[in-house]
């Protein structure tokens, strides 16, 4: 294997197991180097043992890139391939009804690849197609979308779908919800876009009856397709309690006004938690399952919303990217 293969395939690894960015960025680093000192120097010193003395790779890239260079089979990449790997359980037939995922961030955003690369691995897993969905512009943190930029954007799509096809990036955003339940970007360019992901990214703490109403009034949006992260929880790293809601009544809404209830795959969110999934599945809603990827290896996830939709009961017809591309854009014109 190419050394510049291994740390590429240790990068997608890394992300499969959402390992600390810090990590990830060493082996984004150590790449970096590889690819500028040329591959004679580093077979040289890779023979000769003294790979951590260039400026940018250490002790565990070093091993990536010498065990490439010996064919050795059982060592980083062999247990990091192991350790990260995405069990399919019981929502394994599930998962291989699933044409697309409408939840993806690109580096337009805060996503680690570009949508290209992003495309190519969804193509790769069986996809049919993915939605782009990067943060609209209060998100600043996350170098969110300003309408100009959303409109460079849709541009590369467009160029970029001719190349992939048949494959095909839809055109989308996760949209931040206003505290007054507004939406962060026009309704003129809401309408341009295939599929539109609404999510409360601040002011998690409000009272509930506050934030039902703010969530009421962005599901009731005609231009919202998807109610992203519902509760807002963390259940792994430092943790975040979930945001308070009157569940009943934003599922009626959901319900009402035909907008998907998102099954967010990220381990450290499992949004929603499976009692509200429940709930959502006695009214009847349609559901999204979306990894919500920031990387390719990311993209991996949505086996773990699969089994929470199996022992949740979900209708595989109710899920909406176990449609085709044509029936899913059908449903979003249609709202």
Excluded at 82 to 107: F, M, N, W
Excluded at 108 to 120: H, I, K, Q, R
Excluded at 202 to 208: F, G, I, T
Excluded at 209 to 236: C, F, Q, W, Y
Aim: aromatic content about 6%; glycine content about 6%; charged content about 25%.
């Amino acid at each position: 294997m190419e050394p510049t293969t291994a740390l590429k395939r240790a990068i997608y690894l890394l992300d499969r197991e959402l390992a600390p960015s810090n990590k990830v960025r060493a082996f984004q680093k150590a790449l970096a180097t590889v690819d500028t000192i040329g591959p004679e120097e580093i077979a040289n010193r890779a023979a000769a043992g003294t790979l951590t003395e260039l400026n940018g790779i250490g002790a565990s890239t070093g091993a990536v890139i010498a065990e490439a260079f010996t064919g050795v089979t059982d060592g980083y990449l062999a247990k990091l391939e192991e350790r990260s790997q995405v069990p399919l359980g019981e929502g394994a037939e599930l998962r291989a009804q699933i044409k697309g995922d409408c939840h993806c961030h690109s580096t337009w955003s805060d996503g680690g690849a570009p949508l290209v690369e992003m495309a190519l691995t969804a193509q790769a897993l069986g996809h049919e197609y993915m939605v782009a969905t990067d943060h609209s512009a209060r998100l600043t943190i996350a170098h969110g979308l300003n309408e100009e930029r959303l409109s460079n954007q849709l541009e590369e799509l467009a160029e970029l779908n001719q190349h992939i096809a048949p494959f095909r990036v839809l055109s989308g955003m996760e949209v931040d919800i206003f505290e007054d339940g507004t939406l962060d970007l026009s309704d003129d360019m809401l309408e341009h876009l295939d599929v539109v992901v609404a999510s409360v990214h601040s002011k998690l703490k409000l009272p509930s009856d506050e934030m039902t109403r703010r969530m009421v009034t962005a599901v009731a949006n005609p231009h919202v397709d998807i109610l992203g992260h519902m509760t807002n929880r963390k259940v792994s790293g430092t943790g975040r309690a979930p945001s308070q809601f009157d569940a009943e009544m934003v599922f009626a809404a959901c319900a009402k006004f035909d907008t998907a209830v998102e099954i967010n795959c990220r381990p450290e969110r499992q949004d929603p938690p499976e009692e509200l999934l429940e709930l959502a599945v006695e009214w009847d809603c349609y559901v999204a399952i979306n990894t919500d990827a920031h990387a390719p290896g990311q993209l991996e996830w949505q086996a773990y919303g699969c089994d929470k939709a199996v022992r949740c009961g979900v209708d595989p017809d109710r899920i909406v990217n176990t449609w085709t591309a044509d029936e899913l854009l059908a449903w979003t014109a249609s709202k």
